[in-house]
T-cell receptor
Framework: GDSVTQMEGPVTLSEEAFLTINCTYT??????LFWYVQYPGEGLQLLLK?????DKGSNKGFEATYRKETTSFHLEKGSVQVSDSAVYFC?????????????FGEGTQLTVNP | EPEVTQTPSHQVTQMGQEVILRCVPI?????FYWYRQILGQKVEFLVS????????KSEIFDDQFSVERPDGSNFTLKIRSTKLEDSAMYFC?????????????FGPGTRLTVL
């Protein structure tokens, strides 16, 4: 079946540090890939997405590139802020499935200290 | 900006009781979903709904669960006889129809506590 594996957390960084959160996947079809963010006490918000190989999704300084050859979609940010503290979820969906359900990774808790 | 809403934000119930969780998806969306997140665990798919019927469901979505779109705006998840292990955050999501619109928009969630 489809699955997503994220690097184990939690991750603690100082403000302005470089962030990488690793994400790899296995999929039965051709997936679209997503990063969702969950701020404390809130629901899931789409951070960025990529729908085909070599696409780069970007938003709010975060980037991730769809790498089909390594089945990866690593999240990066060059300089994190305290306000980036949240849980980050990598996810995939298969367009060919009737409902296009999202399959999520375990989530990575990021804490950014001033 | 349109958003998915959910009510209540927190529901406390006794084991064995029925609960109904409510969601109002974004108005021009046609696919609807329920997910749950047990505390500290990953978000898990429960069910997807399209054209007034279930399009896909997970192994979690057993006979104790049902979904309904009772009118043109609400989308509900019913748990017939709650168990302690149903305690979780339940998220509703919706998306537009068409393969180009694969982004799902999530509501803020309902925290269900079963005592």
């Amino acid at each position: 079946g489809d699955s997503v594996t994220q690097m184990e957390g939690p991750v603690t960084l100082s403000e302005e540090a470089f962030l990488t959160i690793n994400c790899t996947y296995t999929a039965t079809g051709y997936p679209s890939l997503f990063w969702y963010v969950q701020y404390p006490g809130e629901g899931l918000q789409l951070l960025l997405k990529a729908t085909k190989a070599d696409d780069k999704g970007s938003n709010k300084g975060f980037e991730a590139t769809y790498r089909k050859e390594t089945t990866s979609f690593h999240l990066e940010k060059g300089s994190v802020q305290v306000s980036d503290s949240a849980v980050y979820f990598c996810a995939l969906s298969i367009k060919e499935t009737s409902g296009s359900r999202l399959t999520f990774g375990e989530g990575t808790q990021l804490t950014v200290n001033p | 900006e349109p958003e998915v809403t959910q009510t209540p934000s927190h529901q406390v119930t006794q084991m064995g009781q029925e609960v109904i969780l409510r969601c109002v998806p974004i108005s021009n969306h046609l696919y609807f979903y329920w997910y749950r997140q047990i505390l500290g665990q990953k978000v898990e798919f429960l069910v997807s709904f399209y054209n007034n019927e279930i399009s896909e469901k997970s192994e979690i979505f057993d006979d104790q669960f049902s979904v309904e779109r009772p009118d043109g705006s609400n989308f509900t998840l019913k748990i017939r006889s709650t168990k302690l292990e149903d305690s979780a955050m339940y998220f509703c999501a919706s998306r537009r129809s068409g393969v180009s619109y694969n982004e799902q928009f999530f509501g803020p969630g309902t925290r269900l506590t079963v005592l």
